[in-house]
């Protein structure tokens, strides 16, 4: 069964501070997807990036950046010199590339990471 | 761009009445989700579809079902709302393509509370 996992329930920093977001994911296959998806306080998710498991190359996206490595089973997301709109919840989901009928497009998310970068 | 558009973000229902939440979304996506998220829990699938008229359960199925009739809408429906079926509930569409390897689309939210 596959599983995400977001250790850090709540982080706080100072505006132009970098913060480093966690995410360990559990599976048996080996095709996978990754994904974060942000959570503003509006409550709308809005997809953020997305990574499968054969590519290990880590991703740059201006202020964002994503570390995968396969050998922790990690997929971590950093934002360098935060801003208070980067306030939000941050979620890390899991989609295995193999199942039965549609199932291989379920989503297993981790619980989140509420991040307030404070002014 | 993709939009989800959720019938309700705030609704309030009694227990034992049936209650339905509609999601429609405009991109001929093949998939649509139900989630339903709750403080400290994250998100969990309720239900999902991956054509017309078909759905399979997700991880929290009971209590709910769902209807797929047209390719656009889903439908959820709480047969008979009991108090913890208040929630945050969270509608999503993706297109097939590869394998599950599309990000889903989400509508802003219901928040549902059931008195």
């Known amino acids: 069964a596959q599983k995400v996992t977001q250790a850090q329930t709540e982080i706080s920093v100072v505006e132009k501070e970098d913060v480093t977001l966690d995410c360990v994911y559990e599976?048996?296959?080996?095709?996978?997807?990754l994904f974060w998806y942000k959570q503003p306080p509006s409550g709308e998710l809005v997809f953020l990036i997305r990574?499968?498991?054969?590519?290990?190359q880590n991703e740059i996206s201006g202020r964002y950046s994503w570390n995968f490595q396969k050998s922790t089973s990690s997929f971590n997301f950093t934002i360098t010199a935060s801003q208070v709109v980067d306030s939000a919840v941050y979620f890390c989901?899991?989609?295995?590339?193999?199942?039965?009928?549609?199932?291989?497009?379920?989503?297993?998310f981790g619980k989140g990471t509420l991040l307030t970068v404070n002014p | 761009d993709v939009k989800v558009t959720q019938s309700s973000r705030y609704l309030v229902k009694r227990t034992g009445e049936k209650v339905f939440l509609e999601c429609v979304q405009d991109m001929d996506h093949e998939n649509m989700f139900w989630y339903r998220q709750d403080p400290g829990l994250g998100l969990r699938l309720i239900y999902f579809?991956?054509?017309?008229?078909?759905?399979e359960k997700g991880d929290i199925p009971e209590g709910y079902s769902v209807s797929r009739e047209k390719k656009e809408r889903f439908s959820l429906i709480l047969e008979s709302a009991s108090t913890n079926q208040t929630s945050m509930y969270l509608c999503?569409?993706?297109?097939?393509?590869?394998?599950?390897?599309?990000?889903?689309?989400f509508g802003d939210g219901t928040r549902l509370s059931i008195l």
């Open positions: 579809s991956y054509d017309v008229k078909m759905k």
């Open positions: 989901a899991l989609s295995e590339g193999l199942g039965s009928g549609g199932s291989n497009y379920k989503l297993t």
């Open positions: 990574r499968n498991s054969f590519d290990e």
């Open positions: 999503a569409s993706s297109p097939w393509g590869g394998r599950g390897n599309q990000p889903q689309h």
């Open positions: 599976t048996r296959d080996t095709t996978y997807y």
